[in-house]
């Protein structure tokens, strides 16, 4: 057994700590941010079409969020390839401080053009967070909590929109600085944040699985030894670490390349890949159709003032919060097959029911909330298992880039085109139009969860290592 060949079972057999939560935290902030810059332009879709804000139309605001998907699809494919090649932590430094510099910009937008320019960048650094993030959590959270703590790390999405709901409802505020500077102001708090956890972040360290990968076996011994000792001064001795079959972590100085990549999503893990896939695209269109529109339905079809429409946003991120914590330990028991192809159905059959409702009239504003809320509280923990999948399911040394590859494949098929197409069937002021949107999206998810069922890989509790072997063993 060579040096760094039994780093995987050391970090796997490790007790729940403090130094698990700081990574938590620092790297999870990712999907707040996220959730940030989302929830803004949905709480302040109806304030940019106001004469003193930018004067968008609806067909605008659902482009300038379809380009924002845009830019984080670019994103993931560029970051998430560099971060296999240089590292989890390079990127999720350098793609942060991206996002920071793009979202502050955005406050000073005199039109749509710069806006929208703005929110492509902004979509740029969201987009290699994903790839490098969730590579960087799955190789240094333990095995046998993977699922729930994934799970609960991508819903903390909803966090961030509480909180651009909440900063949209202050600061749109007439007392304190009103709709036509309080936009301005949002976007630059959230550069704030970035900034903020920048600080926090530079603390985590290198995945110690990517070190040993390539070809740094002394220096991600250095850190697992450091987390270890971390770890014992809060928990005492450790227990030994399961013995390890085979090299697990094998050196190799070499990045795959394109042709291997596809020749691995293609021919080694297709079903893997088309479990992937749908999971992607479905949860993508489902989400980014009702939510980039949000305000939009509120303020077209329920009439709620435009300073007023944050207030609805709080129960529906709620219950996207509480789904994924509340559901997220059954996908380390019951069973990653069995609670995606749930949740995933369950959401489909729940969003159908209230898009007939919505249609019949048979909803105002506040049971139109209550209504989404309830849906996504499946759909929500639905999601962030797609995710948990792409960054599970692949081995080690194309982890970001098969994130990277079916995020932007996805996202770009269903997020991209979804909250452009939602706001052109809002301005026909057709309910049933809007009905439709939702329909197609019902059918996505539960046809998604079906191949789940069918298909999906039963990675519970089980080592990355175990559940796809590296390609240089």
Request: proline share 4%; glycine share 10%.
């Amino acid at each position: 057994m060579s040096a760094g060949d039994d780093i995987p079972a050391r970090l796997d057999r490790l007790p729940w700590s403090r130094w698990h939560w700081r990574v938590v935290i620092a790297l999870g902030v990712a999907w707040v941010l996220d959730g940030l810059e989302v929830t803004l332009v949905g709480s302040l879709g109806g304030v940019l079409e106001r004469g003193d804000t930018l004067a968008l139309s609806a067909t605008q605001v659902g482009a300038s969020a379809s380009l924002y998907v845009g830019g984080a699809v670019v994103g993931a494919l560029l970051f998430g390839r560099l971060a296999d090649r240089l590292g989890r932590k390079k990127l999720f430094l350098l793609t942060l401080v991206l996002y920071a510099c793009a979202t502050f910009a955005t406050a000073f937008s005199p039109n749509f053009a710069f806006f929208a320019l703005c929110r492509f960048a902004t979509g740029l650094g969201i987009g290699g967070e994903y790839a490098a993030i969730n590579s960087a959590i799955d190789e240094l959270i333990p095995a046998r909590v993977r699922g729930r703590v994934n799970l609960a790390i991508n819903g903390s999405f909803w966090l961030g929109a509480a909180l651009g709901a909440g900063l949209s409802l202050v600061l749109l505020d007439a007392r304190v600085l009103g709709p036509e500077w309080g936009w301005r102001a949002c976007f630059g708090l959230g550069a704030v944040l970035a900034v903020a956890i920048l600080l926090v972040r530079r603390d985590v360290p290198e995945s110690p699985r990517w070190l040993a990968m390539h070809g740094r076996p002394e220096e991600a011994l250095r850190i697992v030894d450091d987390i270890e000792a971390q770890v014992r001064r809060e928990h005492g001795a450790l227990a030994e670490p399961a013995a390890t079959a085979a090299s697990a972590t094998r050196s190799t100085r070499r990045t795959p390349t394109a042709r291997e990549v596809m020749h691995v999503l293609l021919h080694v893990y297709p079903r893997r890949s088309l479990v992937v896939l749908a999971l992607m695209i479905s949860q993508a269109f489902f989400y980014n159709a009702i939510f980039f529109t949000y305000a939009l339905v509120l303020t077209r079809f329920h009439g709620v003032a435009d300073s007023k429409v944050a207030l609805y946003i709080f129960p529906f991120a709620l219950g996207n919060v509480l789904g994924p914590l509340l559901l997220g330990p059954l996908f380390d028991s019951v069973g990653r097959r069995r609670m995606i192809a749930l949740t995933y159905v369950l959401s489909g059959i729940g969003l159908a029911i209230t898009g007939w409702a919505f249609m019949q009239g048979w909803l105002d504003a506040r049971s139109q909330a209550l209504c989404w809320s309830a849906v996504f509280f499946l759909a929500s923990a639905a999601a962030s298992s797609a995710y948990l999948t792409v960054s599970e399911v692949f081995p080690l040394e194309m982890r970001a880039l098969a994130i990277a590859i079916f995020y932007a494949v996805g996202t770009g098929a269903g997020g991209f085109a979804a909250p452009w197409l939602f706001g052109a069937l809002i301005e026909t002021g057709s309910k049933g139009a809007v009905a439709a949107g939702y329909a197609i999206g019902a059918v996505l998810v539960v046809g998604a969860g079906l191949i789940a069922l069918r298909f999906a890989v039963d990675a519970e509790r089980k080592p990355l290592e175990e559940i796809a072997p590296p390609l240089t063993r």
